[in-house]
């Protein structure tokens, strides 16, 4: 799910490299997870997974923040962004194309 998500909320200028910087985000963040993971199990044992847990917790959180793109043209997905808080639009020629109602 998480690839088919980078690849609708990109601009469609910067989609090719703003997919490849999240792709090389993710295997540095499998690595960093494989080389830690034994070091913590070993020094904190259980606590681990209480530091995984947080991870998943704030996931959760993001995850309820996203808006829902599904019936939404590529071109109107910045908009959906735009109403969010916390994110400051980059996009060209904000407010061109309103989103449809049914796709909030």
């Given at each position: 799910?998480?690839?088919?998500?980078c690849?609708?909320?990109?601009?469609?200028r910067?989609?090719?490299r703003?997919?490849?910087v999240?792709?090389?985000?993710?295997?540095i963040g499998n690595?960093?997870i494989?080389q830690?993971t034994p070091?913590?199990?070993?020094?904190i044992q259980?606590s681990?997974?209480f530091v995984f847990?947080?991870?998943?917790?704030?996931?959760?959180?993001?995850s309820?923040?996203?808006p829902?793109?599904?019936?939404v043209?590529?071109?109107?997905i910045?908009?959906?962004?735009?109403?969010?808080?916390?994110?400051?639009?980059?996009?060209e020629?904000?407010?061109?194309?309103?989103?449809?109602a049914?796709?909030?």
């Amino acid at each position: 799910i998480v690839w088919v998500y980078c690849a609708e909320i990109f601009p469609l200028r910067y989609r090719a490299r703003c997919l490849g910087v999240t792709t090389v985000a993710n295997w540095i963040g499998n690595f960093i997870i494989a080389q830690f993971t034994p070091m913590l199990l070993e020094r904190i044992q259980f606590s681990t997974f209480f530091v995984f847990g947080g991870f998943c917790l704030i996931g959760v959180f993001l995850s309820a923040w996203l808006p829902e793109t599904k019936g939404v043209p590529l071109e109107n997905i910045q908009e959906l962004f735009d109403r969010k808080a916390f994110f400051s639009s980059t996009a060209e020629g904000k407010g061109r194309n309103p989103v449809p109602a049914e796709a909030e």
